[in-house]
């Protein structure tokens, strides 16, 4: 195994009876990075997370970290610690003490094991609250002492469970940034796993896109959010309109479609099992689509729809239009170069085609 | 009008309680003080004094009694504390759906008995013709028929069967609202399993633990079928001796003292259980 990875899983499997939560699934995460893992609720994130931290065992594969096999090392023996979803502070000890917990078990000196618990409450942006119960905090604080619990251990690996789900919005993006500087300032190894596509991309280094017990996609989020791999991480990273059409013919790396409302446009090719004659399907991001008052400037690809409203949210505005019945949302530039729309009002809608991604229809 | 209906009901809705607490208890029990302040002169005199008190202290059978009777009342709560937690565990954090149903119901069906016939069914098994007996004997592991009945042994199996639903109850309530995810935050952080009990769960469950325990404690210590049918002659129960005061000796006077002492002794012990887990009443009973 490579040394410099903090963790790595090979060919990891977990059934429960018929079905199969995690599906052979190998992962590689460097040391210091921020690795998230992002998929829908029952994708088998969870139980991914489980396994790594020693509650489950795989029926399959091997579960190394820092070349160290831990299959069958207890929870309790493994350079690992996690933050709970509910976050899991012990309601019958003060904040001091939970943190003081974990160093108790490694027979740390009391003295000591003050020094590190107030330097480390510090560290997360909460010095002197070591006397307090951690059900007199507010819901960040809490979260910061859940965080402070597991890093005062100096874990090789910290492992988050959707741990900002139970936060306001506000608070939330509040703390996703911070969690990215703690991570920076402690140089901590994190796997964080969230359904918040939002959350990973904010933070990671590196996403893992889960479904259905598979990785479909490990990539940087902006690669991620560019050059999806699969029609699954184009419709769930981001928003994106999806056309349906038929191929037509492929052409340098582009193809050309034939949309169901009869409109001829072109993508990138992003699957290798499109033919002439096949289905297919088309994403494209509101962002990417621009308004083409006249005919297209150099090979943009333009169709027709009817505008149905226009929703405005700050710098998110969106125009929603309906092609041949379905809906397609479009960006809405705040800085005046928007037309005015009206509600049954025809708009041409273009795009560069290198933008636009192409999926054979019915792969997933 | 509103005001004046509504006081009404409110009335009506307290008068059960407060029959039920001033007819069943305030009375007796100021009736028993003041009886047993009553010395009897001659068969129609009565005079106050603390002779009744003077006696319970002189006669050391009536102390001993009274020590050994507290001292196994703890013993047997312990011991049902020991018992009903993994039952407790069991049912709150293992047990799924419907089988957390019956394993209730299981704890619950000997009470459909009443105490009489549940110690019965001890006896059966545990007299020198009983069923234990003859099964040492077919296994040879006993040359005779063994007696198992009338000592402290069947008095203390016994009155930790009767105590373990009471146990059993306010433990699995606590245990149920604790997250399984504080278990997993034990281990996480590097705790063992004596540590994730002892630093996790058992403080979690002190109220459960605390309630269950005072319980317990009261019903043992005042238990006097299981005493009596289960003992032999050297386990005397203290509620033999006010029985025998009452209704033996016809000593009234002496079995009213006896009484208060008894009520007095499990009131200072479950305060200073409460005091000593650093629980309070309110937090164990609400």
Not at chain 1, 95 to 110: C, E, S
Not at chain 1, 193 to 203: C, F, G, L, R
Request: hydrophobic content about 45%.
């Amino acid at each position: 195994m490579a040394t410099q990875s903090d963790l790595s899983c090979d060919g990891l499997v977990r059934r429960f009876g018929a079905h199969t939560a995690v599906n052979n699934i190998s992962l590689d995460v460097p040391a210091g990075t921020f690795f998230s893992i992002l998929g829908p609720s029952g994708c088998g994130k969870t139980t991914l997370l489980r396994l790594l931290a020693g509650f489950d065992k795989p029926n399959q594969g091997d579960i190394y970290i820092r070349g160290e096999r831990m299959n069958d090392v207890p929870p309790n023996h493994r350079p690992v610690n996690m933050v709970f979803q509910h976050l899991a502070l012990f309601p019958t000890m003060s904040v001091g003490d939970n943190i003081g917990y974990g160093l108790k078990r490694r027979k740390v000196p009391a003295a000591e094991r003050r020094m590190l618990t107030a330097e480390v409450l510090e560290q997360v942006g909460l010095p002197g609250l070591e006397n307090r119960n951690p059900m007199e905090l507010s819901g960040g604080q809490r979260q910061r002492v859940a965080l402070a619990r597991c890093l005062v251990l100096k874990p090789t690996l910290l492992l988050l469970d959707e741990p900002l789900g139970a936060l306001d919005l506000k608070l939330r993006e509040q703390m996703k940034v911070e969690l990215k500087h703690l991570q920076k300032q402690f140089g901590t190894t994190f796997v964080y796993i969230t359904h918040d596509q939002s959350e990973a991309m904010v933070m990671s280094d590196q996403v893992a896109v889960m479904k259905d017990g598979r990785f479909d996609q490990v990539a940087p989020p902006e690669e991620l959010y560019r050059e999806p791999a699969t029609p699954f991480v184009a419709g769930f990273v981001g928003d994106n309109n999806r056309l349906g059409g038929e191929v037509v013919s492929l052409a340098d790396n582009l193809a050309q479609i034939r949309l169901d409302s009869g409109e001829l446009v072109r993508g990138r090719v992003a699957s290798n099992e499109l033919q002439p004659g096949s289905r297919a399907e088309l994403y494209i991001r509101p962002e990417s689509l621009v308004f083409a008052d006249s005919l297209p400037h150099n090979g943009y690809s333009v169709m027709q729809a009817s505008v149905k409203t226009t929703l405005f949210d700050g710098a998110n505005s969106r125009v929603e239009a309906e092609c041949s019945g379905s809906p397609i949302y479009a960006r809405l530039p705040q800085d005046g170069s928007a037309p005015t729309l009206t509600p049954d009002s025809s708009i041409n809608l273009a795009w560069d085609p290198k933008l636009a991604r192409v999926f054979g229809a019915g792969q997933s | 009008m509103k005001s004046s209906a509504s006081r009404l009901s409110l009335w009506l809705l307290l008068t059960p309680f407060l029959l039920w607490i001033v007819l069943l208890v305030l009375v007796p029990h100021i009736q028993m003080l003041r009886v047993s302040f009553q010395v009897r002169e001659s068969w129609d005199t009565l005079a106050w004094g603390l002779e009744q008190y003077q006696n319970f202290f002189t006669e050391s059978y009536y102390w001993r009694t009274f020590v050994r009777t507290g001292v196994m009342s703890l013993f047997t709560t312990f011991l049902t504390l020991l018992v009903a937690f993994p039952i407790a565990w069991y049912i709150a954090k293992m047990a799924r759906g419907r089988s957390k149903g019956i394993l209730f119901l299981a704890c619950l069906i000997p009470f459909w008995a009443s105490e009489l016939v549940r110690t019965y069914g001890w006896m059966i098994l545990l007299r020198e013709s009983g069923l234990f007996s003859s099964w040492l004997q077919a296994l040879g592991w006993a040359d005779g028929p063994v007696e198992m009945l009338y000592n402290d042994v069947a008095v203390i199996v016994g009155l930790v069967y009767n105590g373990l639903l009471f146990m059993v109850v306010p433990l699995v309530t606590t245990l149920d609202g604790m997250d399984e995810n504080l278990v997993e935050a034990g281990y996480d952080l590097g705790g063992g399993h004596a540590t994730v009990l002892r630093e996790v769960v058992v403080p979690w469950a002190m109220p459960g633990i605390v309630s269950g325990c005072i319980v317990v404690f009261m019903l043992t210590l005042g238990s006097y079928l299981t005493p009596v049918l289960m003992g032999g002659k050297d386990s005397a129960w203290f509620t033999e001796q006010i029985f025998t005061q009452f209704i033996t000796r016809f000593n009234w006077e002496q079995g009213a003292a006896l009484g208060v002492l008894l009520l007095v002794l499990s009131s200072m012990m479950v305060w200073l259980g409460l005091k000593l887990s650093g629980q309070s009443l309110r937090k164990v009973m609400g």
